[in-house]
């Protein structure tokens, strides 16, 4: 529209831009999403494809809520009135056969089917499973040795301008000014910033080993079940301990140690002898975590074929780390989910668990049953914590 | 606000009165674009929150964006009536409007249907509304966000829901049955009386307690405030500002063809006839009146949808020409779309303006068909019944509270969408605090019944 001569730049009442009701509903509309979204939980964990490489997020894909009425059922046919040259028996193109009846409905202006594209904060997740799994905080053992750390502590007339603590430097203007109403409002005097000190404080190191058994027998897709595995395990712990490192290990009939990016390229081939797994993990572990101030969990994934010649010392390096250990978790990737607990590595676990140590197994199907095995391992180990530095004496932890 | 415009508004107003309309004084205020968009998705220009709203909100921003449409003005009508108009018009689409809110503003204050919900209501409804939204918003404080938005989601889902031929006030039904016919004095009669009175305890004075709802009851928003059995009164307050609300709708909405062709007729009309508007924002007015009711966008042969402005500004100019002002005048006070159409769209005037009826097949095939003049007019309607709802009315409370619903199917043709029946049958049993049934029919045309708990077919 062309403007006219008079028109002045700024004509409108500024009144009517205090306005945001549509913005304040559009934000209630979004919470309730995330509400929405939080109830689906294991799809989202489940959806491996969604986790970015070393990203924090993830993203996932929603719909706009529908706010719902009573509508005829779609027939597919519809019936309208146009404009226009047309005659009877013409037919005008194929229309969209979505956009049909219902939509002209005195509410049909939702904006039903539009995607949005959410993203989900990886800590947010991690938090929503503990509150809705409602498991306990892990209890982190800590070691004789000592980490030094800044705390906060004290005031101090002097400091970074970033640590400026108004509410305080108020309270002195306050009190200043109450001794003399005249003087300024406030002062260089006035202001407190808040002070930081060295404080000695027990180490709380953790440290995780994921064996991944990569042997012929695991194909494409029970790699991608572990590796989400790993990752909520993994997201999991970070919210337990400030520092955590993370060892990848894989096996075939020999061992090795992966960086996180080839961890999961890794194909093998040939059988499968778990002993020489957890005889790494523990060469490792040795080498570099001291169990005695370090927080050390284990989780193995594999299918559960174990060379049955390999059992014996399998167990024995297996009890040798979850004496050591503070946790011991395998988790068994088995399409066919009634030969799960017959495999000869559950059942190994099986054994050492009913020994007393702190370990467990769970036998998942497929990416869906992800979310039940991360509550599964967190609920049993967090139940062995509790019982303190002395693991030997906790109960076994049943499939 | 001063870009010349308002100097015009006493001369149009001058000039309109002189043509006989007649209207309650309007206010003229200028607003920026977000509120027109606020507005067009509320309906109103202040109103309670809800999310589904918000949806909507985001839905005509993008809309927006992407240029496909533009709000000139809203007017909505009362005493005195308000007019926003968008702060980006320019003087010629200001002056245009102007008369259009007229034409607007002479048609609610006459048109009976208008008048009607008036009266019953108030002339206030941009008040109301406004005082309903705060009340909502001190019901959040008190209740918590959830609370009250359960109620607002039953509430406003039923919002089609309600009984135009109702009074807006209503009484709630009698509890006993009508009592028996009182019998004349006839000799008998006379003689009975004489009896011993113990005798004639008569039987008809003992009272029945009238079924509950008497008949088929269509106004869902007011059955359940006043019938729920445990509702709070606050939940029932939020019911029946709804209820208002949508008795306000109901005419805007079942008048669109009439009252948008009016405005248009008489803006066309005044424009041409005011001499006092200068040459340049004339020539600028008449292209955006033209832009108004053009009807198929610029470029297209063909459109798969009618524009009411076009529609009822046809009808007008016709009925005018024809019968002269008066009649129209009449028409305008009585007939709402249903008799507009039915009376006025001729085959004639439908040929000349080139409508045809159409079908959509299942495979998204559309295929224009033949038909007389009435199935015209009835698919010009089909939407406009009930707002466009199917058409559910409250049947039954059973001795345990059960609420039962029964959907018109054989009025409607088809059964409802069994997914959003349950959807909605969960937000009403949660104000219900009862079981909630619904009857109808499912893809075979066999009876069936949903409730909220019924699982998904």
């Known amino acids: 529209m062309s403007k006219d001569s008079e028109t002045e730049p700024s004509p409108v009442n500024g009144w009517y831009e205090l306005f945001s009701r549509g913005s304040r509903d559009w934000l209630r509309h979004s919470e309730k999403i995330r509400e929405a979204v939080r109830e689906h939980l294991p799809q989202i964990v489940a959806g491996s494809d969604i986790i970015n490489h070393g990203a924090r997020t993830v993203r996932v894909p929603v719909r706009m809520l529908e706010h719902y009425r009573f509508r005829l059922r779609d027939s597919g046919e519809s019936e309208g009135v146009g404009q226009g040259k047309a005659k009877p028996g013409d037919v005008l193109g194929q229309g969209n056969p979505q956009s049909g009846p219902g939509q002209k409905g005195a509410g049909g202006k939702e904006g039903g089917g539009t995607e949005l594209l959410l993203e989900f904060k990886v800590d947010e997740i991690i938090d929503w499973l503990w509150e809705d799994l409602k498991l306990p905080n892990l209890q982190p053992r800590a070691g004789p040795s000592e980490d030094s750390d800044w705390q906060r502590e004290g005031w101090d007339r002097r400091g970074a301008r970033s640590r400026l603590d108004r509410r305080r430097s108020f309270k002195e203007s306050v009190k200043r000014r109450a001794k003399d109403a005249s003087s300024p409002a406030f002062t260089d005097e006035d202001l407190r910033f808040r002070q930081l000190k060295r404080r000695r404080q027990p180490a709380m190191r953790a440290a995780v080993f994921f064996l991944l058994d990569v042997s012929g027998s695991m194909t494409e897709r029970d790699r991608q079940v572990s590796k989400t595995f790993f990752f909520w395990v993994a997201a999991g712990l970070r919210r337990q301990y400030r520092s955590l490192d993370i060892v990848f290990v894989a096996h075939t009939t020999d061992a090795w140690e992966f960086n996180e990016e080839d961890f999961f390229k890794v194909t093998g081939s040939g059988g499968t002898v778990a002993s020489t797994g957890f005889a790494k993990v523990r060469e490792i572990m040795q080498s570099r975590f001291n169990p005695a101030n370090c927080n050390v969990y284990l989780f193995y994934a594999s299918d559960g074929d174990n060379a049955a010649d390999d059992r014996i010392p399998a167990r024995s390096e297996l009890e040798a780390i979850a004496k050591v250990a503070r946790y011991a978790g395998y988790i068994e990737i088995s399409a066919a989910a009634t030969r799960g607990s017959q495999s000869e590595t559950f059942r190994l676990f099986q054994e050492i668990a009913a020994t007393g140590l702190p370990s467990g197994q769970f036998s998942v199907a497929g990416a869906d049953d992800v979310s039940a095995a991360v509550r599964h391992f967190f609920a049993a180990e967090s139940q062995a914590g509790a019982q303190g530095a002395a693991p030997a004496g906790a109960p076994g932890v049943s499939p | ?457």
């Open chain 2, 1 to 457: 606000m001063k870009n010349g415009w308002r100097s015009h508004v006493p001369k149009l107003e001058d000039l309109a009165r002189r043509h006989g309309l007649d209207w309650a004084p309007v206010i003229f205020e200028a607003v920026p674009d977000s509120f027109m968009s606020e507005i067009a998705v509320y309906g109103l220009p202040v109103r309670m929150p809800h999310w589904s709203f918000g949806a909507r909100y985001i839905y005509q921003l993008v809309q927006r964006h992407m240029g496909y449409s533009r709000l000139f003005e809203v007017v909505f009508p009362g005493n005195p009536g308000h007019a926003y108009l968008a702060s980006s018009n320019g003087l010629a689409d200001n002056i245009l409007v102007t008369a259009h809110v007229l034409g607007h503003a002479d048609f609610s204050n006459n048109n009976l249907l208008f008048r009607r919900c008036q009266d019953q209501g108030s002339e206030h409804i941009v008040e109301h509304a406004a005082s309903h939204a705060r009340q909502i918003e001190r019901d959040i404080e008190s209740y918590g966000m959830n609370a009250v938005e359960q109620v607002l989601d039953a509430a406003l889902s039923l919002e089609q829901y309600i009984d135009i031929d109702q009074v807006l006030r209503r009484e709630r039904y009698p509890e006993y049955m009508p009592a028996a016919p009182q019998p004349t004095d006839d000799a008998f009669r006379a003689r009975f009386a004489l009896l011993d009175a113990g005798v004639a305890a008569p039987a008809h004075l003992r009272k029945t307690r009238a079924p509950l709802p008497p008949h088929p009851e269509r106004d869902l928003l007011w059955f359940i405030a006043t019938y729920a059995p445990e509702m709070e009164s606050w939940e029932r307050d939020i019911f029946l500002a709804v209820r208002e609300e949508s008795f306000y709708f109901y005419p805007v909405y079942a008048t669109q063809i009439m009252n948008e062709g009016w405005a248009s007729y008489w803006h066309a009309r005044l424009l041409r006839e005011a001499d006092f508007i200068p040459q340049a924002a004339y020539l600028d007015a008449i292209k955006c009146h033209s832009d108004v009711v053009r009807p198929i966008a610029a470029g297209e042969q063909i459109a798969l949808s009618v524009n009411p402005y076009h529609l009822g500004f046809t009808l007008w100019e016709e009925i005018v020409k024809n019968s002269g002002i008066d009649a129209a005048r009449q028409m305008m006070r009585e007939d709402d779309d249903f008799s507009f159409l039915r009376n006025h769209l001729t085959r004639e005037i439908a040929t000349e303006m080139g409508l045809f009826r159409f079908q959509r097949q299942q495979n998204g095939q559309v295929k224009v068909v033949a038909g007389d003049i009435e199935a015209l007019q009835e698919s010009l309607l089909m939407d406009k019944f009930n707002f466009g709802a199917p058409r559910i009315a409250a049947t039954e409370v059973r001795g345990d509270g059960t609420l039962v619903l029964q959907h018109d199917s054989q009025l409607d043709g088809r059964g409802l969408d069994a997914d959003r029946a349950r959807k909605v049958l969960a937000y009403v049993k949660r104000v219900w605090r009862r079981p909630v049934l619904l009857n109808t029919v499912d893809a075979a045309s066999q009876p069936v019944v949903h409730s909220a708990d019924s699982a998904a077919a």
